[in-house]
């Protein structure tokens, strides 16, 4: 890994990563100051207000009784997933097929460091970049939600959920990354690479919708995360880990290809 490369990657790309931190941030502050411990049950009334199938499709849960489920329904169902996805789509991109396409990573390809060590370190960045803004949302979340409602959130069961969600959102962000070492075009690293995460979502929501097309969402990366279940205190251990073996299998074959690829100098 080249620190020089990591400190540089991080100053051409700080302002995407608070854009979309901030919007989070304050999607987040406004969902918690809706929620009341005493108003739970107007908050489920409201539900009755839609189609349950559409409820469903965005992953809004009909029953919950805490913050914690609030949370999970409301902001951890598709908004925390759907949200990073995009910035995932961007930065992967970004990154290498964008530098590829453009020429700049000729550049990199001139100086001493190795081509894994530009991958590596480029991967790195852009893995590292979730885990710092999802950890910054816990910490944001949890403050002002024990803040405002003290004792009404489960801090265990909600810091279990964080780690899931991240790791779903790594699992995007290493597709998005495999397509954009893969291909030198960022018409294809976007087709691809922003697709693959999109066809895998909409599959979530269309088994959600009915039981008759449930099998729909087991084959979806997102149908294996079940948000309302983890904010129940269900560990889900096993599904982390199938998560985190996708992630090394997809960084390895990304560095490998980069590794190997042909690219003009």
Request: overall charge positive; hydrophobic content about 60%.
């Amino acid at each position: 890994m080249s620190f020089a490369l990591f400190k540089l990657t991080i100053r051409k790309n700080w302002v995407l990563f608070i854009i979309f931190t901030l919007v989070l941030m304050m999607y987040s502050g406004v969902m918690i100051s809706m929620y009341s411990p005493e108003n739970v049950q107007n908050l489920m009334q409201m539900f009755e207000l839609f189609p349950p199938e559409m409820m469903k499709a965005f992953g809004f849960a009909s029953a919950f009784t805490d913050m914690t489920g609030y949370l999970a329904s409301w902001l951890y169902g598709l908004l925390m997933v759907g949200f990073p996805m995009v910035y995932s789509i961007l930065l992967a991109n970004k990154l290498v097929a964008k530098s590829v396409d453009n020429g700049s990573i000729a550049c990199l390809l001139s100086t001493p460091t190795s081509r894994v060590k530009i991958i590596v370190t480029k991967a790195v960045t852009a893995l590292l970049s979730l885990v710092v803004m999802l950890a910054i949302l816990f910490a944001f979340n949890a403050l002002i939600g024990n803040a405002m409602f003290p004792d009404d959130l489960n801090v265990k069961a909600f810091f279990n959920l964080n780690v899931t969600v991240l790791l779903v959102n790594l699992v995007v962000m290493s597709i998005s990354f495999f397509f954009s070492c893969l291909f030198s075009d960022s018409k294809y690293s976007i087709g691809f690479g922003a697709g693959i995460p999109i066809m895998f979502l909409l599959l979530k929501m269309l088994g959600d919708v009915s039981d008759k097309i449930e099998i729909l969402k087991k084959i979806s990366i997102f149908g294996w995360y079940d948000p309302m279940s983890i904010a129940s205190g269900e560990t889900v251990w096993g599904i982390n880990a199938i998560y985190f073996i996708i992630i090394i299998v997809l960084i390895t074959l990304s560095v490998i290809i980069f590794k190997k690829k042909r690219l003009a100098v």
